[in-house]
């Protein structure tokens, strides 16, 4: 595995900053102060930062509705991405796209969508440009469970099957589709099993709050689709600590099977593995945590100091030039 200490704690602030960001959202949509409706990525913060971290710089990923952890693992500005959240003009996506359509272009971000399995047509269509255009970068498409039981998921893991793109399609299971287990609604284990179906490979990452253990499996298969043999199906097993959305009062699970959960808390997972290999110690790692709530922060202020958008900016960005 090719992890130095550098990028190992690198791994552990973008997961400290995952989860200090969507604690604080959390408490500013209590407060009213975020519009719309958002989805949290804590709980999921080994799920994201394992894979992310194993892409490189020119890939590209797609996302879904759940994406803050996704693109804070893709290093979006927090700043930006805070004041994209509330709306306002300085927010990456000058405030138009909110909590669930943010995008990084430059930085390989494609998207949040609020349509469910809506990522996977862009996913292989961005993958079909990179092996006409043979630049040599990958696409890493993510979505959740539920999302593999919408039609387009079918089509688009036959048609990159077919035409061997360079995608990995990835599932992040936290085991529920909103209020449906995902198990009552599929008949077999896991969905990572259909793969065999459309002629690709497919794993499963038993314990997707091991970040190390997400890592390991995707720079693994980032090699071999980034080899041109097409694409894989990986589907890791993690949980979402909050509800759906901020909507969701989450009667569908007892407390005892969210708690049994946080006790498999990644970041303390982590956080343990850094201490007991002698890589940081607990105080460095609190000072890690402490600069990144520090960061978060800085991104509220930032943000409930930009402006809204004017007017007129309704009228941009419509058509292409
Ligand atoms: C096409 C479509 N159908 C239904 C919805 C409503 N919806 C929003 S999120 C969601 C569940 C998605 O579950 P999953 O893919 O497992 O992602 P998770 O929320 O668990 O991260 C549904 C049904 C939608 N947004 N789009
Ligand atoms: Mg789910």
């Known amino acids: 595995m090719s992890l130095t200490k550098e990028k190992l704690l690198h791994m552990y602030r973008l997961m400290l900053d ?56 893709m290093e979006i500005d927090l700043n930006g991405m805070m004041a994209e959240i509330m709306g306002k003009a300085n927010g990456t996506c000058k405030g138009k796209g909110g909590s669930m359509h943010i995008a990084d272009l430059e930085n390989g971000n494609l998207g949040a969508n609020g349509i469910v399995g809506g990522g996977m047509g862009m996913a292989i269509g961005a ?12 696409v890493l498409c993510c979505f959740g469970d539920g999302a593999c039981n919408e039609g387009t998921f079918h089509e688009c893991v036959n048609l990159a099957s077919v035409w061997k793109l360079p995608v990995i399609f990835y599932t992040i299971n ?34 997707g709050n091991n970040v190390l253990d997400v890592y390991r499996m995707l720079e693994e298969v980032v090699k071999y689709v980034r080899d041109g043999n097409g694409p894989v ?13 901020t909507s969701d009062p989450g009667k569908y699970r007892t407390k005892q099977e969210v708690d049994e959960w946080k006790k498999k808390d990644p970041i ?11 890589i940081a ?38 058509f292409a030039d």
Not at 42 to 70: C, F, M, P, W, Y
Not at 176 to 196: C, D, F, M, Q, W
Not at 268 to 278: D, P, S, T
Not at 289 to 305: I, N, P
Request: no cysteine.
């Open 18 to 73: 995952i989860r200090n960001f969507d604690n604080k959202v959390n408490q500013m949509v209590k407060k009213g102060q975020v519009p719309g409706m958002t989805h949290f990525s804590v709980g999921e913060e080994a799920a994201n930062v394992g894979a992310i971290s194993a892409i490189g710089k020119g890939d590209l990923i797609t996302s879904n509705h759940r994406g803050h952890g996704q693109s804070i693992a």
């Open 174 to 207: 936290n085991s529920y589709g909103i209020s449906t287990p995902i198990k009552s609604v599929i008949n077999v284990e896991y969905n990572y099993l259909r793969a065999g179906a459309y002629g690709i490979p497919g794993y499963l990452i038993e314990d």
């Open 268 to 278: 303390l997972k982590f956080k343990v593995y850094l201490i007991e290999n002698k």
């Open 127 to 138: 993958a079909l440009t990179q092996k006409m255009k043979k630049t040599g970068n990958i």
């Open 281 to 318: 110690t607990d105080t460095e790692l609190d000072e890690l945590d402490a600069k990144s709530k520090e960061r978060v922060e800085e991104s509220v202020k930032f943000a409930q100091s930009s402006p809204d958008p004017n007017l007129e900016s309704a009228f941009e960005d419509i």
């Open 233 to 245: 199906l990986v589907e890791s097993l993690t949980y979402r600590w909050y509800g759906h959305s």
